[in-house]
């Protein structure tokens, strides 16, 4: 008798998983090693579920996750992303994702916090927990602090509910590695740290032009230029959090377009209604220096 | 016997039949949860059918999408009420309905004495019946135990 061949690829398809997949690749931009491992995680996924259909040694795989990379690089979106990724492979029943915070977990007395994490647990089950700035769970300049007694309830589900729950933590990269640290038990449950790189400039214009163009708008060729410049600026400045700066950027930049439409007599097309130009970006308070420039310019 | 049933007593859904396993429950929940009812589990030692006030074991459960942590919290509270009576209720929160749609016991206690029946004489003779548990002629928490 001959050992039946399998098809991995046909597995794959039908999964679904590269549906997922694709999609993280056309709509997030950059973040070329997250995706790597994704990949690489789904990848062993599929082939653990073909293992167990072959009755192979197969242990249920620990699959919670660290995500660190600075603010706005996409780890709740790709959270979301994974979420659905593992309901699609049928490791998670229904592939809906909680996002919490030490707020949610962590009570302000005396046994207010064991119930609040079990809230927070059962909530999470069948689907997956997202703990966004996990490292404040841990405060050791106070020893009285709630937050171990909910990072030892959240370990025990951990380890004994594996099948029911999938926790990622996610932070930045070196606060959370002190909190690993301090921690051993819950790095140790976590098989799985995906470093989120900061974007370059190019991707970031390129988020830019993909969030308008999910609203409709469109920047004009000069607005383009200055936009990059914008970026650039930004970037120099305090509590840069990559595409969402940009998102924000890109929000005042359509307020002042309305304004300009409307101070410029209100009779405009259709194409002046999507397109924003370099004067609404312009006006942004980064870009004050260059705007004194130009102005100098335009006088002389 | 007639009150006493296989020496079980049979309140709610599914108790004449032999006791859910977890995976009856896990599925029987799932459904609560999907019609949009919140989940909540009580306990009790005093089982008298007029007895609708069950202690609640936690709050009920909201915003739940998977009978998973339901699963969590009715074993522990089994661990925690091994002798005690424990059902499972769903709530349903719908305008006009906003009363309990699933009740079911989950745990009994190992020997369950039954009730008696006690009948009292009243004016022109007229007979009065009531049921009174065995078990609570003990005072509560050493009833079944």
Not at chain 1, 232 to 242: G, I, L, V
């Amino acid at each position: 008798m001959t050992e039946p061949s399998i098809d991995l690829r046909a597995i794959w398809n039908e999964s679904g998983v590269q549906a997922v997949l694709d999609a993280l690749d056309a709509e997030l931009i950059g973040l070329a090693p997250v995706k790597k491992r994704i990949r690489e995680i789904a990848s062993l996924l599929v082939v653990d579920r073909v293992r167990r259909d072959m009755q192979l040694a197969a242990g249920a795989p620990s699959l919670h996750m660290s995500f660190t990379g600075n603010p706005g690089t996409g780890k709740t979106t790709v959270a979301l992303r994974m979420a659905d990724l593992l309901h699609k492979l049928g490791y998670s029943r229904t592939g809906h994702l909680v996002a919490v915070t030490r707020d949610d977990l962590v009570g302000q007395y005396i046994g207010h916090t064991a119930p609040k994490t079990k809230e927070v647990l059962k909530k999470a089950m069948g689907g997956v927990l997202f703990i966004d700035e996990a490292y404040y769970l841990f405060r050791p300049e106070n020893e009285r602090d709630y937050g171990q007694e909910a990072i030892e309830i959240l370990l025990q589900v951990m380890e004994n509910q594996r099948d029911d729950l999938v926790v990622i933590l996610a932070g930045y990269k070196d606060r959370m590695e002190t909190f690993f640290r301090s921690n051993p038990g819950m790095s140790s449950r976590i098989a799985h740290h995906i470093d989120f790189p900061d974007y370059k400039d190019d991707e970031l214009l390129a988020i830019g032009e993909l969030i308008l163009k999910d609203w409709s708008y469109q920047l004009s060729p000069r607005a383009q230029k200055v936009f990059r410049d914008y970026i650039e600026r930004r970037r120099a400045q305090p509590h840069f959090a990559n595409a969402r700066s940009v998102r924000n950027a890109l929000d005042r930049a359509r307020l002042r377009q309305a304004h300009r439409l409307l101070e410029g007599g209100g009779h405009i097309d259709k194409a002046a209604l999507q397109t924003i130009e370099a004067e609404d970006i312009l006006q942004s308070r980064v870009l004050a220096g260059v705007r004194a420039v130009a102005d100098t310019k335009a006088a002389s | 016997m007639m009150t006493n049933t296989g020496n079980r007593i049979t309140q709610g859904q599914f108790s004449f039949l032999p006791d859910l396993t977890d995976a009856q429950i896990t599925a029987q929940i799932k459904y609560a949860l999907t019609n949009g009812w919140a989940v909540s589990i009580e306990y009790t030692d005093d089982p008298h059918p007029r007895n609708t006030y069950w202690e609640m074991y936690g709050n009920p459960m909201f915003d739940l999408k998977d009978p998973a942590g339901i699963l969590m919290e009715i074993n522990e509270c089994r661990k925690t009420f091994p002798n005690y009576y424990v059902r499972v209720m769903a709530f349903s929160s719908t305008r006009g309905v906003e009363s309990p749609t699933m009740s079911f016991i989950v745990n009994r206690p190992k020997n369950e004495p039954g009730f008696a029946l006690t009948r009292q004489e009243g004016p022109g003779r007229q007979i009065h019946y009531t049921v009174t548990s065995y078990a609570t002629a003990k005072p509560e928490g050493e009833r079944y135990s």
